[in-house]
Every structure is written in structure tokens, then in C-alpha cells.
């Protein structure tokens, strides 16, 4: 068993490369393994291309190697037709013997029948070896199947004193209170998620772009609230730099737009718009009633909280829950808070 969990390990770190390229699709691992060496590896790179089992296959110098190897793979096969063939098809042509995979596919198109294919063309298959593990790196693909929902990150930063910014500002751009370290890793988790959202009035008051401009990698999909059409068309977040899909009570002249109802079920209701677009995740970056409204409703999984040292005196309350941070870390001064909010995990 300690020989499995090895190899699925390196399918973990190798599922790891292709988060935030593979959306709507799961990220996902693997390795082939003959007489204790890995002889081929591959990760699902990006939708509509190879899966990680075909990459890795791929990757073989010798196929007849195959006939008595081991393929290890982070999600079950599939065993269906989509933008590609099969990857159970592919497994089962080459005479791979034995199959090892790490969590049983939530997907309904697939969800054990991958796993059945395999049996039923008489390969020895084993499941659930780092389970936990497996279901953890692809919880936002989990999140979606089971809970018909994205997968909801609530990020901010707020001063010393508990502010998000000033009450008044002189022009319209954010007002920073953490170092371009911490901005950074904001720009790198742009990159990591299907999309990014942020309400009204942080789209006027602060003008963002909502791009990943200081980490390499695809911009997020910009998710913009403009209920009454407040917002100047020549912000930011109308240009062309990422797409924008603004949710408003009407259609916006020239704007991609879900017309949804504001009222106290505004948190599902973005959900269920989101979702019916087949967005996996999103980033909820303001402002603080935007924030609160999905704290209030409990529907959030992470998050991600910067804590300054710059001490504001008055200003915009951050939002509030009560919640004891997961994990604590220093960035350069900085200081980052990790929540989870574990009772929407119970059924992943």
C-alpha cells in the first residue's frame, strides 16, 4: 500500500500543474509504472486536449512495457465520449493490467462507471488510495458536481483596525494596504480560479481590472454586479483585457449579461447563475456588503484574509464572521489568514 500511495503522490504533484487551465474540466495526474519505475507521466493540461492518462500513455518510449504496468491516475476514467475519446478505451487498448486510481469520479457522466469498464475488461483495478487527498486538490471540481455550485473564495485586506479603506478617496483606484508581496500571490490565485467577482461599488470607487497582470497564467473571468447600470462603461472592467459577464436586473447595452433578482437570496442566486455557465470557482473580492451577503447566507469555502500593519482610524468596516483562521502566514509583514469553512464540506 505505501508502493501506491508513493506513486500517487507524484500523480498529485503532477495534477497540481494544470490548476486554473483545465476549467470547466478537473485537474488531473498519472503515472505508469512497470517493475518499480516510472516509465511515463502526464497531467491534463488544458480542456479539450489529452487527458492526464493519455499524456502519460504518450510518454512510453516503450509500449510493450504496458502489458505488464501499473497506471496510476489522481480521478477515475472516464469511460465516456466528450471533447476526447475514453480514457478507459485507451487503457483498456494498450493491455495496461493493473489500474490504480485515487477518488471515484463525482461527474455522473462517470461516477464508478469508469471503474466498472475497467472491471468488466477484466483489469485489476484498486480505488481510494489518498483518497482525502485527491478529492481535497480537486475540491473545487467536487464542489461543483455535488453541490451544482462554484467554488466560493472570499478575499480581502483590511488595516490593523479592521477597515477594507478610507471612507473617503480623492480618485478612483484602490487604496493599498498590503505590500506588492502579498499582491503578488493575489495576482498568482487570479490565475489558480474559473472566475473573479466584485459588486457595484468597488467597480466605481475602485476601478479595478481584475487581471492577473504580476503572475504568468489566464486572466479569471470578471463577474461585475450592476444592478442599475451605475457603472461607466469606459472602466476597466469593461475593457477587453478579460471576458466580463455583469449580472444586472436588465440587459447592459453591449455587456454579456445575466439578469438575476437582487434581493436576500442574492449569494444562491449568483451561485446558480455562475454555475449555469459552467463556472467551477470565484473569487469574492468586494466590497464588504457584497462579502457579508455570502458570509451571512454561509455560502463560502475559503477565506483568504490580509491583515496589515497601516492603521486607518475609520473608513469601510470589513466583514466579520466567526470563524477561527485554518492556517497563518507572514508575508513580508503582512499577514495572511486561511478560513475553510468546513460545514459545506461535510458530503464532498
Known sequence: ?????????????????????????????????????????????????????????????????????????????????????????????????????????????????????????????????LENKCIELNRRFFTFQNKKRPYVILKWAQSRDGFLGPTAKDDAKPVWLTNSHSRQIVHKWRTQEHAILVGTQTAIDDNPALTARDWFGKNPIRIVLDRSQRIPKENHIFDNQAKTIAFSEAPLNGVETEVVTFDENLAARLCKGLSGRDIQSVIVEGGSRLLQTFIDAGIWDEARVFKSDIVLGDGTKAPVFAQDPLQRHNIFGDELLIFRNYDQHDNL
Open 1 to 129: 500500500m505505501r508502493e501506491h500511495e508513493i506513486y500517487m503522490e507524484r500523480c498529485l504533484q503532477l495534477a497540481a500543474n494544470g490548476l486554473g487551465m483545465t476549467y470547466p474540466n478537473p485537474i488531473v495526474g498519472s503515472v505508469i509504472v512497470h517493475e518499480g519505475k516510472i516509465i511515463g507521466e502526464g497531467w491534463h493540461r488544458k480542456s479539450g486536449e489529452a487527458h492526464a492518462e493519455v499524456n502519460a500513455v504518450n510518454s512510453v518510449k516503450d509500449k510493450s512495457l504496458l502489458k505488464k504496468a501499473t497506471i496510476y491516475v489522481t480521478l477515475e476514467p472516464c469511460s465516456h465520449f466528450g471533447k476526447t475519446p475514453p480514457c478507459c478505451d485507451l487503457i483498456i487498448a494498450n493491455e495496461i493490467p493493473n489500474v490504480v486510481v485515487g477518488c471515484v469520479d463525482p461527474n455522473e457522466k462517470v461516477a464508478g462507471k469508469g471503474v466498472a469498464k475497467l472491471l468488466a475488461a477484466g483489469k485489476n483495478v484498486i480505488v481510494g488510495i
